[in-house]
């Protein structure tokens, strides 16, 4: 079938996503934990409003440009799971703070002093979550290391401590791992653990925020944990399909693009490259071993396997082949990571059935 659109494009599969939406609401709440899901993924205002609707009591972003899009456009409560180390950033996270109710994340000593420095001047008090590393090896101070930088945080009277948060991933023993489940408890049995640490030395430990959308589930399900900020279920993914997390049937986001060359039978280049398709999902790699850049709907041999900037190398099996793609048809491509695929788009085309609405992605470049 072919869609009257211009192509390359986003497609969003609405009742999909309104089922997503609702199926990860209601499995946190069975947990009786607090859903606050990642905004990363859709970048949309509207998007997260669907969430707090279903359940979620507020979102999750990773920079202050995302926070200040989504304040404007009515979402009352955002978590920036980010550290603010530089005066101005800080300085727009409290005037966010001023309008909603806002968390801020902090990982360092010099972080949160520069924190506290910047709240004193504008004669203001920031709510402060202490970033942990459990394993990823990213941002987060060092587990060993969280109560001593606690204790310090929480003799500032301008930052007010009220919880403590990680991101792992799909990550068991310190490795990645397909064992979800078991990275999932790994993971919230670590920062219960740290959370009664910290109570115990008198640190007042309201909120243990933890899990991404591989690990969510079962990290709520550790007595302890408060909130799970899962973000791709959204949308999901073919690596969250790999991960076992979804069937490729709960993508609601998949890539349209338009075959332009057929150099040979066993070939078609398509209008989609690396400024359609995010990258940073290599296929063949441990543990998820991808083959290709995408799942291509309908043709079960075919395999996204090359890109350049504006060009997607298809390479067709016998199947495929059969199917002898022409000039101008369409193929539809469920992308290895839709978060990042997202954020290379200006625009997303809503389907609902046989209509298709074109919406800015209000958040995409918000990077700083």
């Known amino acids: 079938m072919t869609i009257s659109l211009e192509t390359p494009c986003v497609l969003i599969d609405t009742d999909i996503l309104a089922r997503?939406?609702?199926?990860?609401?209601?499995?946190v709440r069975q947990n009786g934990v607090k859903l606050r899901p990642h905004a990363k993924t859709h970048k949309l205002p509207s998007v997260a409003q669907q969430q707090i609707?279903?359940?979620?009591?507020?979102?999750?972003?990773?920079?202050?440009?995302?926070?200040?899009?989504?304040?404007?456009?009515?979402?009352?409560?955002?978590?920036?799971?980010?550290?603010?180390?530089?005066a101005s950033k800080i300085e727009r996270a409290i005037r966010i703070s001023e309008q909603i109710e806002l968390i801020v994340g902090v990982d360092s000593l010099a972080g949160a002093?520069?924190?506290?420095?910047?709240?004193?001047?504008?004669?203001?008090?920031?709510?402060?979550?202490?970033?942990?590393?459990?394993?990823?090896?990213?941002?987060?101070?060092?587990?060993?290391?969280?109560?001593?930088?606690?204790t310090e945080?929480?003799?500032?009277?301008?930052?007010?401590?009220?919880?403590?948060?990680?991101?792992r991933g799909a990550l068991l023993a310190g490795k990645p791992t397909l064992d979800v489940a078991a990275a999932g408890l790994e993971e919230?049995?670590?920062?219960?653990?740290?959370?009664?640490?910290?109570?115990?030395?008198?640190?007042?430990?309201?909120?243990?925020?933890?899990?991404?959308?591989?690990?969510?589930?079962?990290?709520?399900?550790?007595?302890g944990v408060t909130e799970v900020r899962p973000g791709t279920y959204v949308y999901q993914d073919r690596m969250q399909a790999q991960l076992g997390i979804c069937d490729l049937e709960d993508c609601?986001?998949?890539?349209?693009?338009t075959v332009v060359s057929r150099p040979s039978a066993d070939l078609a280049i398509v209008d989609g490259g690396s400024k359609t398709f995010a990258t940073d999902v290599q296929p063949g790699t441990h543990p998820?071993?991808?083959?290709?850049?995408?799942?291509?709907?309908?043709?079960?041999?075919?395999?996204?396997?090359?890109?350049?900037?504006?060009?997607?190398?298809?390479?067709?099996?016998?199947?495929?082949?059969?199917?002898?793609?022409?000039v101008g048809d369409q193929l539809r491509i469920i992308p290895n990571h839709i978060c990042s695929t997202i954020n290379l788009h200006n625009h997303?085309?809503?389907?609902?059935?046989?209509?298709f609405e074109r919406v800015p992605v209000l958040a995409r470049g918000m990077l700083e």
């Open 252 to 257: 609601a986001g998949s890539l349209l693009v």
């Open 53 to 86: 609707d279903a359940g979620a009591v507020g979102i999750t972003v990773a920079k202050v440009s995302e926070a200040e899009v989504m304040a404007a456009h009515g979402i009352p409560n955002i978590f920036i799971a980010y550290p603010l180390v530089t």
């Open 348 to 355: 997303v085309v809503m389907q609902r059935g046989d209509i």
């Open 20 to 27: 997503n939406i609702a199926t990860m609401a209601e499995r």
């Open 288 to 326: 998820l071993q991808l083959r290709g850049f995408g799942h291509i709907h309908g043709l079960e041999d075919a395999l996204l396997v090359r890109m350049t900037e504006e060009h997607g190398m298809v390479e067709l099996g016998p199947l495929a082949q059969a199917a002898d793609l022409k």
């Open 113 to 150: 002093q520069l924190m506290e420095q910047t709240a004193a001047k504008h004669g203001h008090t920031l709510q402060v979550r202490l970033e942990i590393d459990t394993g990823l090896r990213r941002t987060g101070v060092p587990y060993e290391a969280a109560a001593a930088l606690a």
């Open 153 to 167: 945080i929480a003799g500032m009277s301008r930052l007010r401590l009220t919880g403590i948060y990680t991101f």
């Open 188 to 223: 919230g049995q670590l920062m219960v653990q740290l959370a009664d640490r910290l109570r115990a030395e008198g640190i007042a430990i309201a909120d243990v925020s933890v899990g991404s959308t591989p690990t969510a589930l079962y990290a709520a399900a550790v007595e």
